[in-house]
């Protein structure tokens, strides 16, 4: 082994990985024609390498299993995460839509009052107490429906002060204006504050 061979040897590794420049390569195929003891070296290191690396990809059966069984939660849990994020989004979208159409956020309220409109024979339905919101039933003349509710609570209505669909009521010396609004299958009542 000459002093040349202590250099290669140093770069075999890299010769190896091929991560040698051009001239550098072309250098240790220079010696390794002409030196048996540098090539069973190289030989050497390269057997070491895809033994290393064989015995690194090598898993035991529990190994595998318990790798399975990480992945197959990690899956489910994905899984979870998602119907649980569209289950919020259904919520909140049903919820802004409630609160458009029906002056609510509270979907449950707006659902179970239009049933009560349109399954029985009730005229008007209060689906939420503060600001009041009623829905009337459409088929019968609602303003008429309403205005009726509401002279028996003890409102009066202040006609001069009508304002288009926002009609003004007083009671107890107190002035409520309520905007109505209706389409073919229910009538509101809102209460503005």
């Known amino acids: 082994m000459t002093s040349i061979c202590h250099l290669i040897a140093d770069i075999l590794p890299l010769y190896a ?5 051009d001239e550098g390569k072309a250098v240790v195929d220079e010696h390794l024609a002409s030196c048996g003891h540098c090539r069973k ?3 050497t290191l390269e057997s070491d390498k895809k033994t290393s690396v064989g015995e690194s990809l ?4 529990k190994e595998v299993q318990g790798i399975r069984r ?4 990690i899956r489910r849990t994905r899984r979870a995460v998602l119907v649980s994020a569209l289950a919020l989004l259904l919520a909140l979208s049903l919820s802004f839509f409630s609160y458009l159409k029906f002056d ?11 049933c009560r409109i ?18 009337v039933d459409a088929e019968k003349s609602p303003y008429r429906i309403a205005k009726e509710a509401l002279a028996e609570q003890g409102y009066r209505e202040i006609t001069e002060e009508q304002m288009g669909s926002m009609h003004v ?4 010396g107190e002035k409520h204006y309520i905007h109505f609004s209706a389409n073919r299958y229910y009538a509101k009542c809102s209460w503005q504050k």
Request: aromatic share 6%; proline share 4%.
């Open 70 to 73: 990480l992945s197959h939660r």
């Open 104 to 114: 609510t956020p509270n979907v449950l309220s707006a659902g179970v009052g239009l």
């Open 41 to 43: 070296a190289l030989k």
């Open 58 to 61: 090598s898993l035991s059966a």
């Open 17 to 21: 990985d091929n991560a040698l420049s």
């Open 118 to 135: 349109w399954l029985t024979d009730a005229q008007i339905v209060e689906i939420q107490k503060s600001p009041r919101v009623w829905l």
């Open 169 to 172: 009521f007083e009671k107890d």
